[in-house]
């Protein structure tokens, strides 16, 4: 069975373009239901940066509204730091990237090396926006740097083609041949 951590540009791409709160109601009980299914979920770094936005922001009270096991530790998970260190280490060791965006990543305000720990220690994919760039050394991307650790990523796309029906329902991981 597949499992995925959600990105955080998932939720704000979503919000502001693709999927908003006012047209697309469709998406974010897709969300709800891929969550109770055991599909999705994300991390609580992940919500940290949901919840810097306006007190008005549809997302920020949308993540209000989960149930509490949506957000799964990650700096309180033993088995997640430890993933965490590799990552860090890979990251520290990797001569393609600048300081400054080994720093960036290392910054423990910002989610993505705990989503890739989180992903590494209980077995998820990476469901993101974010692009392979790898001869982009000022930025280590996601999914680059995901591939060098084991970890898949996927477009929100095409796990949508996968776990949805054509009316925008959930459809449930056993229905799937």
């Not at 299914?37 to 919500?47: A, E, F, M, P, Y």
């Not at 054509?166 to 041949?177: I, M, R, Y």
Request: aromatic content about 12%; hydrophobic content about 45%.
């Amino acid at each position: 069975m597949h499992k995925f951590l959600i990105d955080t540009n998932v939720f704000l791409q979503a919000k502001n373009f693709h999927y908003r709160f006012g047209f697309c109601s469709q998406f974010w009980l897709w969300i709800e239901h891929a969550h109770a299914d055991g599909l999705v979920c994300s991390t609580q770094k992940v919500k940290n940066e949901l919840m810097k936005g306006d007190a008005e922001d549809p997302v920020k009270a949308w993540v209000g509204t989960l149930p509490e096991g949506f957000f799964i530790p990650d700096d309180t998970d033993a088995a997640v730091m430890k993933k965490y260190a590799e990552v860090m280490r890979w990251s520290a060791a990797n001569t393609h990237f600048k300081e400054a965006a080994k720093a960036e990543f290392a910054r423990s305000n910002v989610a993505d090396a705990f989503l890739l720990a989180a992903a590494m220690a209980h077995g998820y994919g990476i469901v993101t926006h974010e692009l392979s760039k790898p001869e982009q050394k000022k930025k280590i991307q996601l999914p680059d740097a995901a591939l060098q650790l084991g970890v898949t990523t996927h477009f929100v796309y095409d796990v949508l083609t996968d776990y949805c029906k054509e009316d925008f329902s959930f459809q449930s991981v056993c229905a799937l041949p």
